[in-house]
């Protein structure tokens, strides 16, 4: 396959890196036009990977089979609104991103859209890759009546397993929505690594009582235990690690709390549904973000690409 990837952060490099060793033809987007990028990743087993791709190639974009956007979710409104006109009609677009809330900001796609929701961990230092741990991502339809486009999991799940086909996505996607409502906005209250979070179970509770209140009224099974439960088991997995709410936060970026905590407060409030713990966080969030000379925008608000 021609496969253009949109944004070369952490997640792009590992998926280029990844669709490269297996036979794909791919080139790197970037916001600043360049005609390459460098791809420099270390696997969790510690193999290093690093190769110069082409990038920003209109030709090769007008011929693409896949454009995989792993931007974060406030910029990809406006980066997708800026090359649409070249992305051919029978492209796949798969948006891999944190949070929910971006299929609302997009504008008329011809194409089909795919959501995926991934647990694979990384970072950036230092200009390269660490690809921490491997994890499962999810695929799944934005439309109905698009199950023929699952054979794209397989082709994704042999570049980098596991990658698991949904034909409803939206339970997938309220799952991963619920872990970040938990691990993104506390590492940013206690300014810390995941696993220390766990020393705060009355609130990883609260939190998960008033998601799974939200996500019933969504039409959605939803156990608050079992949603600690899952937030509990991730916490416990990346205890070492730091957010990546909170390395933007330390950063001096903007988060994507607009699209975690955010989106949770806008299905609530469509809902009438009270969720004080999780609002409490929201605007504690949004102050950091107010201190870092990002104005306190209304959650959902697209961000410039």
């Known amino acids: 396959m021609n496969i253009t990837v949109l944004g070369c952060g952490a997640l792009g490099q590992i998926w280029l890196a990844a669709l490269s060793r297996q036979g794909h033809q791919v080139q790197g987007w970037l916001r600043v036009s360049h005609p390459n990028t460098t791809v420099h990743v270390t696997s969790p087993e510690g193999e290093i990977f690093r190769h110069f791709f082409p990038a920003n190639n209109p030709a090769f974009l007008a011929e693409s089979d896949l454009l995989l956007v792993t931007l974060k979710a406030a910029q990809i409104s406006s980066a997708l609104q800026q090359i649409q006109p070249l992305v051919p009609a029978h492209c796949i677009i798969v948006l891999m991103h944190n949070g929910m809330g971006v299929m609302d900001e997009l504008p008329s796609l011809h194409q089909p859209v795919l959501r995926a929701i991934t647990t694979h961990s990384s970072y950036r230092t230092q200009g390269r890759v660490i690809h921490v741990a491997h994890g499962i991502t999810h695929l799944g339809p934005v439309a109905r009546n698009q199950d023929q486009l699952s054979p794209l999991a397989d082709m994704m799940h042999e570049a980098l397993p596991d990658v698991a086909w949904h034909n409803d996505i939206l339970p997938a996607s309220w799952n991963k929505l619920a872990i970040n409502c938990v691990i993104?906005?506390?590492?940013?209250?206690?300014?810390?690594?995941?696993?220390?979070?766990?020393?705060?179970?009355?609130?990883?509770?609260?939190?998960?009582?008033?998601?799974?209140a939200v996500m019933a009224r969504a039409n959605l099974h939803a156990d608050a235990r079992q949603l600690q439960a899952n937030a509990t088991h991730v916490l416990q997995n990346s205890a070492g690690n730091f957010s990546s709410m909170l390395q933007d936060i330390q950063a001096g970026r903007s988060t994507e709390i607009d699209y975690i905590t955010g989106y949770l407060l806008r299905k609530a409030t469509e809902f009438g549904i009270a969720i004080p713990a999780n609002r409490a966080l929201f605007q504690l969030v949004k102050s950091k973000e107010s201190a870092n000379g990002h104005p306190e925008i209304s959650a959902g608000l697209p961000g410039t690409w």
Do not use: T, V
Request: aromatic residues 4%.
């Open 184 to 212: 993104n906005p506390l590492s940013i209250k206690y300014n810390c690594r995941n696993g220390e979070i766990l020393q705060h179970p009355d609130e990883i509770q609260q939190i998960c009582e008033e998601l799974a």
